[in-house]
C-alpha cells in the first residue's frame, strides 16, 4: 500500500507558491511605495483600493498584504484591517 503523504505536501507547496504570487503572502519588506497591513477578522476578506482600484485579498486571519500608499488612509478605515509597523 502506498502513502500519500508526498503529494500532500506537494499540494501545500504548490498552495503556498500561489498565496505568495497572488499577493496575500508578502515578503518581510513591502515594495516600495507600500506598507503591510494585516487581518485581525475571523475568516477571510477582499478589499479594493479606490486611488488605485487594486484587489487586496485577506485570504486567512493574520494574513499580511503589501497595500500601496495611495489606498492606505482607505484601508486604515476598513475594520479588521491594522497596519503593520515593524
Do not use: N
Request: glycine share 10%.
Amino acid at each position: 500500500m502506498s502513502c500519500c503523504g508526498q503529494k500532500v505536501r506537494t499540494f501545500h507547496g504548490r498552495m503556498s507558491r500561489q498565496k505568495f504570487e497572488s499577493g496575500e503572502i508578502s515578503p518581510t519588506k513591502p515594495p516600495t511605495g507600500s506598507i503591510f497591513f494585516e487581518y485581525v477578522g475571523s475568516t477571510a476578506m477582499t478589499v479594493v483600493g479606490p486611488a488605485t482600484g487594486q484587489r487586496y485579498r485577506f485570504g486567512w486571519p493574520g494574513a499580511r498584504v503589501a497595500v500601496k500608499l495611495k489606498d492606505s488612509r482607505f484601508l486604515s478605515a476598513v475594520p479588521h484591517l491594522r497596519k503593520v509597523v515593524e
